[in-house]
């Protein structure tokens, strides 16, 4: 089945540590999107890629960065940087950035120790 | 840029009734509506969108109605079930996706 997947389900990361969440997508889609999710709060826009090499900042790029060495894989690193990494991190693909829904991970917890 | 505000942020309605959630935007290039439900502890899904050419799109007990000179659209939810109760989503496009606040909708069995 095409699908997309987000590991690990849940991370626990110590201060002033480096962690890296991953995504990958079967779906054969050129867009890819990082958002946090905060609980009760709706959906921020991280990072996002339209092609592979290229990628966009989103709302809240601070102290997180990204690669798209591959089509099918988006991982995301939360740096020292990030003040407040606590969060649910959602990726989601779609066939392209405009006019097209997203199909979304399973999401990844992560929470600072 | 874009911003979607989403009404109301909690709603609880006893089975079997309807529900309503309205969404307006502020881009006037803004042609592509989506509509996700995401369950607790789950990604959001996809369960209907509608593009600026279409004013209604039904698919069994869900619709979504869209008036593009009033810059808003709405999620209907008819005989709704129990297992209707989720937070759904609604959004936009501009440059990109911008996404509404979410509505945690309550079904009372």
């Known amino acids: 089945d095409g699908g997309i997947t987000q590991s690990p389900k849940y991370l626990f990361r110590k201060e002033g540590q480096n962690v890296t969440l991953s995504c990958e997508q079967n779906?054969?889609?050129?867009?890819m999107y990082w958002y946090r999710q905060d609980p009760g709060q709706g959906l921020r826009l991280i990072y996002y890629?339209?092609?592979?090499?290229?990628?966009q900042k989103g709302d809240i790029a601070e102290g997180y960065s990204v690669s798209r060495e591959k089509k099918e894989s988006f991982p995301l690193t939360v740096t020292s940087a990030q003040k407040n990494p606590t969060a649910f991190y959602l990726c989601?693909?779609?066939?392209?950035?405009?006019?097209?829904?997203?199909?979304f991970g399973s999401g990844t917890r992560l929470t600072v120790v | 840029g874009e911003n979607v505000e989403q009404h109301p942020s909690t709603l609880s309605v006893q089975e079997g009734d309807s529900a309503v959630i309205k969404c307006t935007y502020s881009?006037?290039?803004?042609?592509?509506f989506p509509w996700y439900k995401q369950e607790l502890g789950k990604g959001p899904q996809l369960i209907i969108d509608?593009?600026?050419?279409?004013g209604e799109k039904k698919d069994q007990r869900i619709a979504v109605t869209l008036n593009k000179t009033a810059k808003h659209f709405s999620l209907h939810i008819t005989e709704t079930q129990p297992e209707d109760s989720a937070v759904y989503f609604c959004?936009?496009?501009?440059?990109?996706?911008?996404f509404g606040t979410g509505t945690s909708l309550t079904v009372i069995p």
């Open positions: 959004a936009a496009t501009g440059n990109q996706f911008y």
């Open positions: 779906l054969n889609h050129d867009a």
């Open positions: 509608i593009r600026s050419n279409v």
């Open positions: 989601a693909s779609s066939i392209a950035v405009r006019e097209y829904g997203y199909t």
């Open positions: 890629s339209q092609i592979v090499n290229d990628f």
């Open positions: 881009d006037s290039a803004s042609n592509y």
